[in-house]
């Protein structure tokens, strides 16, 4: 069966990683250790999936720019006192690898750092299915459309053979921006009312029904 979508495209953390919760409570950790006044759970997942600039100017509004590294600095003694310990979500594992054994190049496109990344997919034992990959160190910050565009270009497809899959607003409006269909999963950082705002193809609200919508439809 010719595939509709030749090229899929995942978001990381929150979406493959069952790490929102983490980088949320990373995010308020290292506020609190700079006498800054952490941001609510709600608005620290919020900002999950942005490049740091962003994420910080919307979660800390009030901090000068000039704090920005100190909090970064904070963040990643917190996220990698807890970062080997973090796990896939139950069944990511398998689909990726349903979805390569079925030919489709795979991709993804995160607020994670290159180095980061590499970490990751090297910690959950994925790395070898992706074809490529972006980072927030590289492209401007979702959701702005590059990370999809670089992608699609270096892997020879069109937006209309991409798709998206992310747990946040900022995936599926780079997928809005970039011209590519997105799926949304709610078991993330962003809940369901949000992400229906982004109007994807369709919303998830657990991995074993991507699993199935993929399989039936990708």
């Not at 920005?68 to 139950?90: C, M, T």
């Not at 069109?158 to 949304?184: C, F, R, W, Y």
Request: hydrophobic residues 40%; charged residues 20%; proline residues 6%.
């Amino acid at each position: 069966m010719e595939q509709k979508y030749p090229l899929i495209v995942f978001d990381w953390d929150g979406t493959l990683m069952d790490s929102a919760g983490t980088i949320a409570a990373c995010i308020q950790a290292a506020c609190v250790d700079l006498g800054i006044d952490p941001p609510d759970e709600r608005t620290a997942r919020h900002v999950i999936g942005l490049g740091l600039h962003d994420a910080l100017s919307a979660a800390v509004p009030g901090v000068p720019e000039s704090q920005y590294q100190l909090i970064a600095e904070r963040y990643r003694y917190h996220y990698l006192a807890q970062d080997n310990g973090l796990l896939l979500f139950p069944g990511a594992y398998e689909m990726v690898v349903e979805l390569s054994e079925a030919r489709h190049f795979l991709g993804v496109a995160t607020g994670k750092s290159r180095h980061g990344l590499k970490r990751s997919l090297g910690v959950s034992g994925l790395e070898s299915f992706f074809h490529a990959t972006r980072c927030a160190d590289e492209c401007p910050s979702k959701p702005a459309p590059n990370m999809l565009l670089e992608l699609m270009d270096e892997l020879g497809v069109t937006p209309e053979q991409t798709l998206m899959i992310g747990d946040t607003t900022h995936d599926l409006l780079m997928a809005k921006n970039a011209g590519v269909a997105s799926l949304g999963v709610s078991y993330g950082a962003h809940p369901r009312d949000v992400l229906e705002e982004a109007q994807p193809l369709a919303l998830f609200e657990e991995l074993h029904q991507l699993k199935a919508w993929l399989k039936q439809n990708g």
